[in-house]
């Protein structure tokens, strides 16, 4: 069976950046589970999807066009310490939901300094270059209750 659209795929994969630093990997866990074509993985690595079958090896190379998308510095603004109420310890790195304009967005704290916060509200692989080792595992059938709630369900998917 090949992967295409409605069709789940499991994957392992190993993602590096430029420098060849690991960023993330199923290595050692289940593999990743997905719908294909309903925006489940990021639309660069989905792409080259398409039409693999179990068993298959290939590297990707993703822009982050098609990744998490460029860099944007408007993201990154200095805020008051004193909208951080009730956290003790403020640490670079430490990451928050915070409420805007667009809903919730995930920052994270970039830069402590007397009583200003720098938050980045960029996702952490904005503007990266992406590359990915990726080993088909499985293809199979979605099911119906899958295709309903648009993920995957078991192992390496939902849990619900
Ligand atoms: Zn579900």
Redesign the pocket.
Known sequence: MKIEDRKVASIHYTLKDDAGTVLDSSDGGDPLAYIHGMGNLIPGLESQLLGRSAGERLSVTVPPAEAYGEFDPDQVVEVSRSQFEGVAELAVGMQFTASGPDGHQMVTVTKVENDMVTIDGNHPLAGKTLHFEVTVMEVREATP??LS?G?V?GPGG?H?
């Open positions: 209750d899958e709630h993920h369900h939902h619900h």
